[in-house]
């Protein structure tokens, strides 16, 4: 397997699954088992190898599926992990929390020249590692491309397709831009962990208050923006509405994407895009119902002793996943809205299955064979840096998802 990183050494695997242990990553290997080309040769990765060997034994019945190899690495353990990831052009991580376990990967694949993919929804590691990489990743060309999953591919790459067509109709530039979320799913316990590392950290609940966390450091916007109330009705879409949960996770992936492409979906530093994201509800009693649920988990996580005795005992822990009939029944939809100078109304719908689990597991294993073998045609060309799926991939990853049934249409 060539490397497409102008580096002279061949590599053993295109993919590595990292964290292929966890509930996601037994959905990653199978999505992979069932969608890598046939001569795409991948392997998965964790601290234990017997279940490594399980979850291989258990995968599906595909050609690919025999030659999958299997590779043990540890987060704790350097040489492991750089062992790992000299191995492959890409690392695919569903590692997390990832400020715990996929620091090191991401440290590893800059120095060594290796793609990195990811499904993290922590905004504070994302500024970390842009801190710490951004500049040598450009230098060498690799793309370390984290929020791969539902956080933030629907948002990220739906108002990417969003600000295409606007500019393709009108040959303008977005103004506001807002997501109105519907989705059936069960809770996440990853998600669930992220929140409270976040509430635990002081530095880091004053950063997700700041929607340009994630901006070049240079075009960081002086000007402060003002924020919708916690209840309205959206005569849009006819809906009454609240903050969506990852919507602190989701606007600055989409703000950092703006930002790097020379503000092509609208706005500027001194006049910043504005885009929000709004849980849409059908009826005015389940829109407060949700949002008194959100005021007081938002209560009990601020307060130490609540939080480790009342929340972490009634949320679900990481790498706890769903039923069958969960994941079949899930689905999510974003209806994605704008408006050109000219007051002309533009919607974008992104829609897809269970979102937190099968279809976060299907846009990462997406993203990462995108990496693994398209990376001439990408819209970043050769460049490199920590960068949103939009900037790395853009409509290239857009169609791929297409085509596995997450779908991207303009509503007429």
């Not at 069932?34 to 795409?40: F, H, I, S, V």
């Not at 092509?264 to 895009?273: A, D, M, N, V, W």
């Not at 949002?291 to 790498?319: D, Q, Y």
């Not at 073998?373 to 799926?389: A, E, F, W, Y």
């Amino acid at each position: 397997v060539k490397n497409t990183n102008n580096m002279s050494e061949e590599r053993e695997y295109a993919v590595i699954l990292f964290g292929a242990t966890g509930y996601t990553g037994r959905l990653t290997a199978q999505y992979l088992a069932e969608n890598a080309p046939k001569d795409l040769k991948w392997a998965i990765a964790g601290r234990n190898e017997n279940q490594l060997q399980l979850i291989k034994a258990k995968l599906p019945n595909h050609p690919s599926a025999p030659s999958v190899g299997v590779i043990v690495a540890d987060s704790k353990d350097q040489k492991s992990i750089d062992a790992m990831v000299q191995r492959t052009r890409v690392v695919l991580s569903t590692a997390g929390p990832f400020y715990l376990y996929s620091t090191p990967v991401v440290d590893a694949c800059v120095r060594l020249g290796t793609h990195y993919v990811d499904i993290t929804g922590e905004p504070t590691w994302i500024r970390k590692m842009i801190d710490q990489h951004h500049e040598e990743a450009v230098k060498k060309g690799v793309l370390i491309v984290s929020a791969c999953g539902f956080d933030s591919i629907p948002a990220d790459l739906g108002v990417h397709f969003l600000a295409n067509n606007v500019h393709k109709d009108s040959g303008e530039t977005c103004g506001d831009i807002t997501s109105f979320v519907q989705l059936k799913s069960g809770p996440s316990g990853g998600t669930a962990a992220t929140f409270l590392s976040i509430m635990e950290d002081k530095a880091a609940r004053k950063q997700m208050g700041n929607p340009y966390l994630l901006h070049p450091r240079e075009l960081q916007p002086t000007k402060r923006v003002s924020r919708p109330g916690p209840l309205n009705y959206s005569s849009d879409v006819k809906k009454y509405t609240v903050p969506f949960v990852m919507e602190s996770a989701n606007q600055k992936v989409v703000h950092r994407s703006n930002a790097l492409l020379d503000f092509q979906y609208g706005g500027s530093k001194s006049e910043p895009l504005i885009y929000n994201e709004r849980d849409a509800r059908s009826s005015l009693f389940t829109a407060v119902t949700f949002l008194f649920i959100l005021a007081t988990m938002l209560f009990l996580a601020s307060v130490s002793f609540l939080r480790n005795n009342v929340l972490k005992r009634v949320l679900p822990a990481p790498g706890t996943g769903q039923t069958e009939k969960q994941l079949k029944e899930g689905w999510f939809k974003y209806t994605i809205i704008t408006r050109n100078k000219k007051g002309k109304k533009y919607t974008a719908l992104v829609k897809g299955g269970e979102p937190g689990y099968l279809e976060t597991s299907k846009m990462v294993s997406e993203a990462a064979l995108c990496l693994a073998t398209q990376r001439d045609q990408l819209p970043i060309g050769s460049k490199g840096g920590v960068v949103p799926p939009a900037v790395a991939m853009g409509t290239v990853l857009i169609d791929r998802l297409h085509k596995q049934g997450i779908t991207f249409e303009m509503a007429s």
